[in-house]
């Protein structure tokens, strides 16, 4: 089962503010939409890779909150090391808000840098232990399986096609089977929150290339319990693909608030 990426805009006019703020705040965010335009078209016509950044601390917390609402919610919101940092996607593919430590920024990447650099971490291969616990049925035969495949695929690259899923529902798992797989691929240092018909949420594990997906329903039954080899689940970053919509969901949003601007809508 494949998860449908969804988004929304959130038109927020910025009740809350003053109006020489609101119209210091609207101004602030044309500047950083002509920025953001010009990184996505050099991305698209050279096929170089998405890089921008912006430390939005030097904004104020008024600015900000007008930017962000500009910029909408996308679906993904990964976290890494237990909330130490995290990185939410705006409904603009690829533009990321990112706080690490409380400092926040905006990041324009298919994926931002620091989540790269977890990918990175992790055991090359599945040790399974000698000494099993009594009750296992398919799990050791599982765990083989995958680490044949992990031995065979190349992890290095981000791409839009899963190499290897196998939804842990669908095989005959004992209760001991469950935990004892789950004890030996352990938990990673980053968590996926995917918005949309369901709760579903990626987790990295100890092992690099390899992946838990879950996806529960609103009645909070198990949809998917999959295991994944992929350098990153496809749904999580931005693909290269996404950026010609993005670039223009960047017009769109800098249309609008220079429109309200010069109606006198705003500030």
């Known amino acids: 089962?494949?998860?449908?990426?969804?988004?929304?805009?959130?038109?927020?006019?910025?009740?809350?503010?003053?109006r020489q703020t609101e119209r210091r705040a609207a101004l602030k965010s044309l500047e950083l939409l002509k920025e953001l335009e010009a990184a996505y078209e050099k991305a698209i016509t050279t096929g170089e890779p998405?890089?921008?950044?912006f430390d939005t601390g030097v904004l104020g917390a008024d600015v900000c909150r007008f930017l962000y609402n500009s910029l909408g919610t996308g679906e993904v919101r990964i976290t890494l090391y237990d909330g130490q940092a995290t990185a939410t996607e705006s409904d603009i593919p690829g533009l990321w808000l990112l706080n690490v430590g409380g400092q926040e920024s905006l990041v324009a990447a298919l994926l931002p840098l620091c989540v790269e650099k977890v990918l990175e971490q992790g055991r090359e291969t599945i040790d399974i232990?000698?000494?099993?616990p009594e009750g296992l049925f398919a799990s050791e035969p599982l765990l083989k399986e995958v680490a044949s495949v992990l031995a065979k695929?190349?992890?290095?690259?981000?791409?839009t096609d899963v190499p290897y899923q196998v939804d842990m529902v669908?095989?005959?798992?004992?209760?001991?089977?469950?935990s004892f797989l789950l004890t030996?691929?352990?938990?990673?240092?980053?968590s996926v929150e995917l918005l949309g018909f369901a709760d579903s949420r990626i987790f990295s594990t100890k092992v690099k290339g390899l992946w838990r997906s879950v996806i529960?329903?609103?009645?909070?039954?198990?949809?998917?319990?999959?295991?994944?080899?992929?350098?990153?689940?496809p749904e999580v970053p931005a693909a290269p693909e996404d950026l010609p919509d993005a670039l223009n969901k960047i017009r769109s949003v800098h249309d609008w608030i220079e429109n309200d601007l010069n109606r006198g809508a705003l500030g």
């Open 170 to 178: 669908r095989q005959p798992l004992t209760p001991a089977d469950k």
């Open 50 to 53: 998405l890089h921008w950044i």
């Open 153 to 159: 695929t190349d992890i290095t690259k981000m791409t």
């Open 129 to 132: 232990p000698e000494d099993k």
């Open 184 to 190: 030996v691929i352990g938990r990673g240092n980053l």
């Open 216 to 233: 529960i329903n609103t009645a909070g039954k198990v949809l998917l319990d999959s295991l994944v080899v992929a350098k990153i689940p």
């Open 1 to 18: 089962m494949q998860f449908e990426r969804k988004s929304r805009i959130s038109n927020w006019t910025g009740p809350d503010l003053d």
